[in-house]
């Protein structure tokens, strides 16, 4: 049965005259074509302007991002752990707001730095990883879930007579790789 429906349809369509087009099919498709290239050329040219536009944000907006770069330069004094090699190294670069240069640290485990604060909420947020062990179903779910800590950064009470400034900033030297 559904054999002799699949031999009808291919009756049916063979025997369907094709449309020929005539010349004012023809310029209706054209002017169509061209009213799309048009608009496309409209949208292209609005999406350079919008690239080359600067972003503004709002003087507020302005004012509490810069409370907030401020505040992640304040220098917090702490003690850098590195739990995946004894005596190990840590060297990374840091740039967080627009205004701040590119600076790179290098930590030794075990020493006593001054790190501005964002720094040390840097290395707070990416000193682990995770790891899943066991089965888990279709979905990834189940199986045990592990967090491994990689190193971290212990903060420290800065002493009476302690001057911050002679506290290792923990900045690498400029020729080291």
């Known amino acids: ?9 291919v009756e049916i369509i063979k025997k369907k005259p094709v449309k020929k087009t005539n ?11 061209e009213e799309l290239e048009k608009r496309l050329e409209e ?3 609005a999406k350079e302007t919008v ?16 409370k ?6 304040e220098l ?27 600076e790179t640290f290098l930590l030794k485990d075990r ?28 979905n990834g779910e189940g199986g045990d879930k592990n967090s491994f800590e990689r190193y971290s950064f212990e903060l420290d009470e800065l002493g009476v007579n302690e001057d911050i400034s002679k506290i290792s900033r923990g900045y690498a030297p400029k020729n080291s790789r």
Do not use: C, Q, W
């Open 1 to 9: 049965m559904l054999e002799e429906n699949k031999i009808k349809d």
């Open 23 to 33: 010349a004012l099919s023809m310029k209706k498709l054209l002017a169509r074509l």
């Open 43 to 45: 949208k292209e040219i």
């Open 51 to 66: 690239e080359e536009a600067p972003v503004e944000l709002a003087e507020d907006t302005r004012v509490v991002i810069e």
């Open 68 to 73: 907030m770069r401020l505040r992640d330069r």
């Open 76 to 102: 917090l004094v702490g003690r850098f752990k590195d739990y995946e090699r004894s005596n190990g190294n840590l060297k990374f670069t840091f740039n967080k707001y627009e205004k701040d240069p590119l």
């Open 111 to 138: 020493h006593r730095y001054a790190l501005p604060r964002g720094v040390v909420n840097h290395l707070k947020e990416s000193g682990f990883y995770n790891t899943k062990t066991g089965m888990s179903n279709i």
